[in-house]
């Protein structure tokens, strides 16, 4: 005789909650323990505990040093762990394979490396900036050190965390942009604590925190809207992500290039003209329907 067979015996704890609420289990374990870790190096900068001078003896300064120890402490770890709780082993090479997925067409690839740049240096120029006399072979060995160093060690594994996972488990039921401005919210608040680096005011902390929110809801929609347009790839996402950095950062290629106080005004219209016109190339696509169809497809593929 035969034993009939028993349903498996689904997760209890904070495992099982975590199965059934993955974005929030991320969240509350991104914001748990990342605002704690990222506060150290801030804390020590500011004399409050010792260890002021370890980022800089790594080459970094305290802003990138906190951001590290959350990416590679708290992000990572947080976001195999819950994707692994909702949706097993399966789940999480599935994650990584988005996450390596470099193939996204030849038009893509040029549009993610180099409509953002040059739109921003187009647009300060129009504004009133001039450009800096350079030397071509340092700019670009600086700018592809900075690039890579950038994406391969914070923004790839950034984004497979905000694109891969909160993005995309939140496009399941909403519309793609309605879900990238609520990514926006959790992701503007974990840049908070650079906030507390320098000098500061109430009144700057809650001018930064504005000034974040709005920032971060065009990118995560850009971001969004890149997702889509090259059919899920948090590769093309996160190097994305990375030239947005390059091209608004005080040492990426449009500061190295453009002189004079346009240029952060010129990043922000860029950033805004490119959501436009690649929202309109992929607005046919932005439905909860295509997400599914996409989640599908990346299961097909395993």
Same mark, same amino acid.
């Given at each position: 005789m035969t034993m009939p067979a028993s349903d498996p015996v689904a997760p209890r704890g904070f495992r099982g909650w975590a199965a059934a609420h993955p974005v929030s289990a991320f969240l509350l374990l991104l914001f748990g323990i990342g605002y704690p $870790? @990222? +506060?150290?190096?801030?804390?020590? &900068? !500011? %004399?409050?505990?010792p260890g002021g001078?370890?980022? %800089? @003896?790594?080459?970094?300064?305290?802003? !990138?040093?906190?951001?590290? $120890? @959350?990416?590679a402490g708290v992000m990572v770890p947080s976001m195999l762990w819950v994707t692994w709780a909702a949706d097993g082993r399966e789940g999480v090479r599935t994650l990584l394979r988005r996450a390596f997925r470099w193939r996204f067409g030849m038009g893509w690839w040029l549009v993610v490396l180099c409509a953002l740049p040059a739109l921003s240096i187009a647009i300060a120029l129009l504004l009133g900036a001039s450009l800096r006399p350079v030397d071509p072979v340092p700019l670009i060995t600086g700018e592809l050190a900075g690039l890579l160093t950038g994406f391969l060690v914070i923004n790839l594994?950034?984004?497979?965390?905000?694109?891969?996972?909160?993005?995309? !488990?939140?496009?399941? !039921? &909403? &519309? +793609?942009?309605?879900?990238?401005?609520?990514t926006a919210i959790p992701f503007a608040l974990i840049h908070m604590p650079f906030q507390f680096i320098g000098d500061f005011t109430a009144a700057t902390v809650l001018g930064g925190l504005v000034g974040l929110l709005i920032v971060s809801s065009l990118v995560r929609v850009m971001l969004g809207l890149f997702l889509r347009g090259t059919r899920d790839s948090v590769f093309a996402v996160a190097l994305m992500h990375t030239m947005f950095n390059r091209s608004n950062n005080t040492d990426g290629i449009v500061a190295r290039l453009v002189e004079g106080e346009a240029r952060a005004v010129a990043a922000v219209i860029a950033t805004l003209v490119l959501m436009l016109v690649v929202g309109v190339v992929v607005r046919r696509r932005l439905g909860p329907d295509e997400r599914r169809a996409l989640d599908a497809r990346a299961v097909g593929e395993g």
């Open positions: $870790l @990222m +506060a150290l190096p801030i804390l020590a &900068h !500011r %004399g409050v505990i001078s370890v980022p %800089g @003896m790594l080459g970094l300064d305290t802003e !990138r040093f906190s951001a590290l $120890l @959350m990416v594994w950034e984004e497979t965390a905000w694109a891969g996972v909160v993005q995309t !488990r939140l496009e399941r !039921r &909403h &519309h +793609a942009v309605v879900a990238a401005v609520l």
